[in-house]
Nanobody, 125 residues
Framework: QVQVVESGGGLVQAGGSLRISCAAS????????MGWFRQAPGKEREFVAA???????DYADSVKGRFTISRDNAKNTMYLQMNSLKPEDTAVYYC???????????????????WGQGTQVTVSS
């Protein structure tokens, strides 16, 4: 069982930067592939980035080159560094964890069994 809690969201101007964090409970964090998803009002939840248990990463084309996902297994924490933010990045950002049986990433929300409550990121123009 894994519980995840996001933090660090807020309001930032376009072109600015923000780092959001995901703190995970449980002893299997280092074995879990983790991901970030986001959902804007009136839109479906979409994949943002993911990191495998071996720290291989995957990014949506819309954030590639601007966002960086990382993990600190000693702290049971995952991060998303967001640079060059755009108004279209405005959304609720969700942290998700896969079962420890699956150490590789996925872009499908249904492949993640554990979700946080989300943190709001708002980018003003």
């Amino acid at each position: 069982q894994v519980q995840v809690v996001e933090s660090g969201g807020g309001l930032v101007q376009a072109g600015g930067s923000l780092r959001i964090s995901c703190a995970a409970s449980g002893r299997t964090f280092s074995s879990n592939a983790m991901g970030w998803f986001r959902q804007a009002p009136g839109k479906e939840r979409e994949f943002v980035a993911a990191i495998s248990r071996s720290a291989n990463t995957d990014y949506a084309d819309s954030v590639k080159g601007r966002f960086t996902i990382s993990r600190d297994n000693a702290k049971n924490t995952m991060y998303l560094q967001m640079n060059s933010l755009k108004p279209e990045d405005t959304a609720v950002y969700y942290c998700a964890a896969r079962s420890s049986y699956f150490g590789f990433t996925s872009r499908r929300p249904g492949d993640y069994g554990y979700w946080g409550q989300g943190t709001q990121v708002t980018v003003s123009s």
